[in-house]
């Protein structure tokens, strides 16, 4: 019988190639490119649907810049590994070199724009080549009534030269949905962003330069479906107009200055905010901020200040935020500070049990991480009624990034009662008192046992028979492998006395730990079928 040679007809339908295309693409990360390019060769009717996957996702334009006849390329004369060779044109571009180019980036949906390997996005591939400034000027002047990129959706750019403006916005169409600018410079930053006002209303997420200040009183109305911007310090009219966005949903700035806070407090937006990171020198700036946001729909709180905060500061930050959102939807909570608490430590810089229980009313909590300049006053009791109000709690750190210095009056029982009420797990950091064990032998977790967790953070806890806390440690978490201690600390922070003592100490808990994980896998073997039939049939025969 001779073969049918007949395609099926589903292989004629453009939007079926393109889907089975596009998970050979998923599939095959390295050989992708390769495999894509000979479909487009083995089949005409694969061509175009082949051609639509390998060219719609590009982390460079270098490709596609080689794909023009007249491009060569020039070797660098430099040592040294970043020096990359050069794109250049040998002749200018003619019509056949522009139908070329055009034909293929018609076709690009995503691409990220790089000058050099020192530019490269960290999560896109690296550029093979750097692009010569002769490429740029000859793209920046297409053939009349073409549209370089007609369908890009999302472009990544750090190219900081005065050639690339005029080529940069030329990419710039009304279909652009995605714009990083993230890492050019102030000058080149400056003169662009007039450009994007009118030139892509359909902005949905936007990465600005985190330092400049930028004073554009309406800049964000020209983006009404503006939903995810990261920027730097804006002017207190610029932050307005961001707040009365309709679907802002995420926000990364930096607080600058607030001149007007009396304004900002009488016009409160930002009510569709679901996740707000600040960047701004001391807490201040962040409470002044925080009273002109109001939404229930905020999941997640991110603060990162320079100057070192105290409890008094923590105390108002939590008790504003408590009234500008739900607290029951809350689910990310984090404020990290990078100085020391000064002369005046502990005294300001203690969290007492008051402040602690503000917390309590976040029940959604599934991260909570303080790492400030602060101590805790903290025991087994206070951490007990917390983790009671936490059930979905996920990950956990209460100033282990910088330790407590002092004796925390947490023990081990508390850490007990801490799993015990927040069964979801799988990250920990807490400072401890773990000098007497004080816990019973046999089963030191009490049947307790949390597997998800893997790593510990202790900060600067003091600990006494690392045996003993061993043995603890893994009937809890059996896949317990690390111990963190004392890996933040020292420099400008207080060490505790005996510190040295102590870290050896913890170190010497973190060796012990994989004998004892061995022992309790075989304590607690699988329970698959054939072992329960097993277990069954000893049952029966007892």
Same mark, same amino acid.
Request: a neutral charge; one cysteine or more; charged letters at 25%.
């Given at each position: 019988m001779v073969p049918s040679t007949t395609v099926h007809p589903c292989l004629l339908v453009s939007e079926i190639l393109v889907n089975i295309f596009a998970e050979v693409n998923e599939r095959d990360e390295e050989e992708a490119a390769r495999t894509l390019a000979a479909l487009c060769r083995?089949?005409?009717?694969?061509?175009?649907?082949? /051609?639509?996957?390998?060219?719609?996702? $590009? +982390?460079?334009?270098?490709?596609?810049?080689?794909?023009?006849?007249?491009?060569?390329?020039?070797?660098?004369? +430099?040592?040294?590994? *970043?020096? @990359?060779?050069?794109?250049?044109?040998?002749?200018?571009?003619?019509?056949?070199?522009?139908?070329?180019?055009?034909s293929h980036s018609r076709l690009v949906l995503t691409c990220g724009y790089y000058v050099s390997r020192r530019d490269k996005h960290p999560v896109l591939n690296s550029p093979s080549h750097d692009i010569g400034t002769d490429i740029l000027r000859a793209l920046s002047s297409p053939p009349p009534s073409s549209t370089v990129f007609p369908h890009l959706r999302k472009i990544r750019w750090t190219d900081s030269r005065k050639d690339s403006i005029r080529f940069f916005r030329l990419i710039l169409t009304p279909a652009l949905e995605f714009l990083d600018m993230s890492s050019i410079t102030d000058s080149v930053y400056s003169v662009i962003i007039p450009s994007i006002n009118d030139a892509c209303p359909s902005l949905r997420i936007m990465h600005l330069p985190k330092w400049p200040f930028l004073h554009l009183p309406d800049m964000f109305d020209k983006w009404p479906n503006l939903a995810y911007v990261t920027s730097g310090p804006l002017a207190d009219a610029t932050i307005q107009s961001l707040g009365r966005l309709a679907h802002l949903a995420s926000m990364d700035i930096c607080l600058h200055k607030l001149h007007d806070i009396k304004s900002l407090v009488e016009n409160p937006g930002f009510s569709t905010l679901r996740r707000l990171v600040l960047r701004a020198y001391n807490i201040n700036l962040v409470t002044a901020f925080m009273r002109q946001v109001k939404s229930v729909h905020l999941r997640e709180v991110k603060c990162y200040l320079p100057q070192g905060t105290t409890a008094a500061g923590i105390q108002e930050w939590i008790t504003i935020l408590l009234d500008r959102c /739900?607290?029951?939807?809350?689910?990310? @909570?984090?404020?990290?500070?990078?100085a020391d608490a000064g002369a005046d430590f502990p005294d300001q810089f203690t969290l007492t049990p008051d402040t602690l229980r503000l917390l309590s009313r976040f029940r959604g909590l599934t991260t909570l991480d303080l790492a400030t300049a602060c101590t805790y006053s903290l025991d087994d009791t206070t951490l007990t009624q917390l983790a009671i109000c936490w059930p979905s709690m996920q990950s956990i750190a209460l100033g282990t990034h910088w330790g407590w210095r002092q004796q925390s009056d947490v023990t081990l029982k508390g850490l007990l009662f801490l799993v015990r009420h927040c069964p979801q797990l799988e990250s920990i950091g807490l400072v401890m008192n773990a000098v007497t064990t004080d816990i019973t032998s046999q089963r030191p977790g009490g049947g307790i046992r949390r597997p998800k967790v893997t790593s510990l953070n202790v900060g600067d806890s003091r600990? +006494?028979?690392? @045996?003993?806390?061993?043995? #603890?440690?893994? *009937?809890? #978490?059996?896949?317990? $492998?690390?111990?963190?201690?004392?890996?933040?600390?020292?420099?400008?922070?207080?060490?505790?006395s005996a510190a040295k003592e102590h870290e050896e100490k913890w170190k010497e808990v973190e060796r012990l730990l994989p004998a004892f994980s061995k022992v309790r896998a075989q304590e607690h073997p699988p329970v698959g079928p054939r072992r329960k039939a097993f277990f069954l049939e000893e049952l029966y025969l007892a």
């Open positions: 083995t089949c005409r009717a694969f061509r175009e649907p082949a /051609m639509k996957v390998l060219w719609a996702h $590009l +982390g460079t334009l270098v490709p596609l810049i080689r794909c023009i006849p007249c491009v060569k390329i020039i070797k660098s004369k +430099g040592k040294s590994q *970043d020096d @990359l060779p050069t794109l250049g044109l040998e002749r200018d571009m003619s019509s056949a070199d522009w139908e070329i180019f055009l /739900m607290p029951r939807r809350l689910e990310i @909570l984090e404020i990290e500070d990078y600990v +006494g028979d690392p @045996l003993a806390v061993a043995a #603890f440690l893994s *009937d809890v #978490f059996p896949r317990l $492998l690390s111990v963190d201690a004392f890996n933040h600390l020292g420099g400008r922070r207080r060490p505790i």
